[in-house]
């Protein structure tokens, strides 16, 4: 049963939410999904219809059908634009989230006031590491003019960037090089790293390319060629699919990454092919529902008792 | 750490996790075995006010591994007389045929399936399919002349399986 349970916890739905002290979160968690894959936005893409997707995501579903599966307005690969923000605000969320969730659980014998745990901390409280940890996470960093430090703003106007002018060898206390080389490693908002600024989308596989083409591709790219031809073709399909929505990423990875990925994604995919199950899962089926089951039979009979007895009395 | 599961697999796991957090009406549907979930069982109610009501039938459905790009198969395994259920059980109906194949056009995008389509959206519209049966596009062609010619015959057989169904 386990097996059955914990992937199940880990999906994770807007109703959430629900039970927290600021439910119209869900709002956001909602709207920072893919109508797709029901999950948050990972590189996400504008169509030319103006709807958003997973890039993969529509990329798959564009390669069986020309069209946006919400408006179904005519939709090319061609004009897939990618929205940088919207990925580093979906990415923010999704990393967050846990926390947020956790923060917002309503405590057992004390009920706090909704949204207490938005409020700022007291601005009076001294800042201790503990504080400033947290700061870091929740507010943007700014980088001080001229040690090139990383700080909250905050930080910066109120004590470090005098006694940075006065010294300027003055360095971080001993706990900020963990936080600040840790930021320092983050790109500025809205830029992919240069290596994929060099690179261009893969185009779509011809259908009509032959077996012999298509190994060759498959070998430019280090992609295995074993199996059949469909195999291999839908291998490649969706190695394009992975490698142009990679670079629709705010955080792309390296090609040997995808190709992980691929290897993974073609073990899971070859699984749901396996058939066979029929009598005795049938029953094990019937018996994780038999309560719904029963349900269902005794609202019938009620209902039909409840007919009969109407057709009596008229009688 | 979540494991390593298809973007289909998370996809079912999902929808099976909203049908159990806010179960529709007449509806049950999800996995037949913990460790395969591209294969479920559903269970709908018939559609009251119709001759179906109080039938509580089952069926299955198969999905393909590019769920939800693909529809999946839906194949009753009660016994259901129907002009759009196939004689075997498989179900014919618009949101479980891909945009692709349909050089007529009388079915609208809208009606067809499409990845926003979901196993809660299917099992609502062979409900309606059940109360309004589409004569144009018959499955089962006796079962639609039945339905058209002798109607009371017909439902006879239909009130039958409605009893069998509860057994």
């Known amino acids: 049963m386990a097996t059955f349970t914990d992937p199940l916890d880990s999906i994770t739905d807007p109703s959430d939410w629900a039970d927290s002290t600021f439910p119209n979160l869900s709002k956001l968690d909602s709207l920072l999904r893919c109508h797709i894959c029901k999950d948050f936005l990972k590189a996400p893409v504008l169509t030319s219809c103006d709807h958003i997707f997973c890039s993969v995501c529509i990329r798959r579903s564009l390669e069986s059908d020309k069209k946006c599966p919400l408006c179904h307005e005519e939709t090319y690969e061609s004009k897939l634009r990618k929205v940088l923000l919207l990925d580093e605000i979906s990415t923010w969320f999704t990393r967050n989230r846990p926390e947020l969730l956790d923060k917002h659980r309503p405590t057992a014998n004390n009920t706090p006031e909704p949204v207490a745990a938005l409020e700022p901390e007291k601005p009076a409280a001294p800042l201790r590491y503990e504080s400033r940890k947290k700061r870091a996470a929740e507010d943007p960093l700014v980088e001080c003019p001229v040690c090139s430090t990383f700080m909250s703003a905050d930080e910066l106007q109120t004590s470090h960037i005098d006694s940075c002018l006065a010294n300027k060898r003055a360095r971080p206390s001993p706990s900020r090089p963990v936080i600040s080389s840790f930021f320092k490693k983050e790109r500025t908002p809205q830029t992919q790293p240069e290596f994929v600024k060099k690179k261009t989308k893969i185009t779509n596989l011809d259908p009509t390319i032959s077996t012999n083409k298509l190994k060759e591709k498959l070998n430019y790219w280090n992609l295995p060629t074993g199996g059949t031809r469909y195999q291999m073709e839908t291998r490649m399909k969706e190695f394009i699919s992975m490698y142009n929505a990679n670079l629709d990423s705010v955080n792309p990875v390296d090609d040997r990454v995808l190709i992980n990925r691929l290897m993974k994604w073609e073990g899971t995919y070859s699984l749901s092919n396996t058939a066979g199950d029929t009598a005795e899962d049938g029953a094990q089926w019937r018996r994780r529902y038999r309560k719904e089951y029963d349900e269902l039979i005794k609202q019938a009979r009620a209902n039909m008792n409840r007919i009969n007895t109407k057709l009596d009395s008229t009688d | ?167």
């Open chain 2, 1 to 167: 750490m979540a494991p390593k599961i298809s973007t289909a697999q998370r996809r079912l796991l999902k929808e099976f996790q909203e049908l159990l957090k806010s179960p529709t009406d007449g509806i049950v549907a999800g996995p037949i075995t913990e460790d395969n979930l591209f294969r479920w069982r559903c269970i709908l109610e018939g559609p009251p006010g119709t001759v179906y009501e109080n039938g509580v039938f089952e069926a299955e459905m198969d999905f393909p591994a590019d769920y939800p790009l693909s529809p999946p198969k839906m194949k009753f395994t009660s016994e259901i007389l129907h002009p759009n259920i196939y004689k075997d059980g498989t179900v014919c109906i618009s949101i479980l045929h891909p945009p692709g194949d349909d050089p007529l056009q009388y079915e609208s995008a809208d009606e067809r399936w499409g990845p926003l389509q979901s196993v809660e959206k299917i099992l609502l519209s062979v409900c309606s399919m059940l109360a309004e049966p589409n004569p144009n596009s018959p499955a089962n062609i006796d079962a639609a002349k039945l339905w058209r010619e002798n109607r009371d015959k017909f439902d006879e057989i239909v009130r039958a399986q409605v009893l069998k169904s509860l057994d």
